[in-house]
């Protein structure tokens, strides 16, 4: 006759030593290795600390309204053209100084209350035999982010292009984008690039040298850049008429910033990556316990619970 199977239960045994016995030391060998070799896994797999994370932002940009703007000339009695919103470096710069037409306007695209867009346009009357052969431009901004630290600083776009002939105009488009050396802090106030590049009080040329500028600003740790410009030039001006500049520069919705994690933050990154190993070693320690009791590999005293209750009975 066919049998099968009716009813089925587990079976609970237990195994009893001495203290001072190699079942005992077994035991505590499983038990730490159990939990010391996660440990070594997630630390030679990459490293147990984050030490650098990332996050994104949209930044809050302004244009300053400050600039400074050289144009190289041919053709004409000096070589280039020149004007800022820098008093001091205007008064030094009266033998090329020329006044331009200046009209700037930020756009909000998406409504989030925050600019996404800078239209800048400049007109600077020039002499029909001078012949702009190359374009030098300064923009000044206002970079502020606020989700782990308070970071604010002043921040630089420029734009340095030759024309390949005598240029009328010059249509130019990019993307503000951040650079970073190092990372930011985690929380806090960092205004060490706040400060104005440019001292405005200053009566000493060097201080506004484009040079100097530029290699102070490039000492920096975080920068901002235009990414990808497009330059477009137009060609042969006409007699009488001014040279037109016109930037678009677009400010970014979610920039990517590197960050130092707080202690935290690494202790909830720690605690998952071991976590997550720990399972496997406690799943194949539990299965070697289970191997070596049942096959006596150190000797121990077995006890199954029905004949504890057997004994208890009679």
Avoid at 33 to 43: A, D, G, K, Q, S
Avoid at 146 to 173: G, N, R
Avoid at 292 to 300: D, K, S, Y
Wanted: charged letters at 20%; one cysteine or more.
């Amino acid at each position: 006759m066919a049998v099968y199977e009716v009813f089925a239960h587990p079976e609970l045994r237990r195994y009893k030593a001495s203290i001072v016995s190699k079942a005992s030391v077994f035991l505590v060998a499983c038990f730490l290795l159990t939990f010391i070799i996660p440990v070594l896994v997630t630390y030679r797999s990459g490293g147990f600390w984050i030490k650098e994370s990332t996050y994104q932002e949209s930044p809050v940009i302004a244009f300053k309204h400050d600039f400074l703007l050289v144009l190289d000339l041919d053709g004409g009695q000096v070589k280039y053209a020149t004007y800022s919103t820098f008093q001091k470096y205007n008064g030094m710069q009266w033998r090329n100084l020329r006044i331009p037409v200046v009209t700037s306007r930020e756009e909000d695209e998406n409504g989030d209350g925050r600019a996404d867009l800078l239209k800048f346009n400049l007109e600077m009357p020039l002499l029909d035999t001078e012949n702009v052969r190359g374009i030098r431009l300064v923009l000044f901004f206002y970079y502020k982010l606020v989700k782990y630290s308070s970071f604010h600083m002043e921040s630089l776009a420029v734009v340095t292009e030759t024309a390949p002939l005598p240029a009328e105009k010059v249509y130019i488009s990019g993307d503000l984008s951040i650079k970073q050396k190092q990372t930011l802090a985690h929380r806090g106030i960092d205004i060490r690039y706040n400060d104005s590049l440019v001292n405005q009080t200053s009566s000493f040329a060097e201080e506004y040298n484009l040079q100097r500028l530029l290699e102070t600003y490039s000492k920096r740790n975080v920068t901002t850049r235009l990414v990808s410009p497009n330059i477009v030039w137009t060609t042969y001006r006409a007699p009488g008429s001014p040279f037109t500049l016109t930037a678009n520069i677009a400010y970014p919705n979610d920039e990517t910033y590197h960050f130092r994690p707080g202690f935290w933050y690494m202790i909830k990154w720690a605690w998952v990556q071991y976590l997550s190993v720990l399972i496997i070693f406690l799943y194949i320690f539990e299965r070697v316990k289970v191997f070596v009791f049942m096959n006596q590999l150190v000797t121990t005293i077995v006890e199954k619970v029905s004949d504890v209750k057997n004994r208890r009975f009679t």
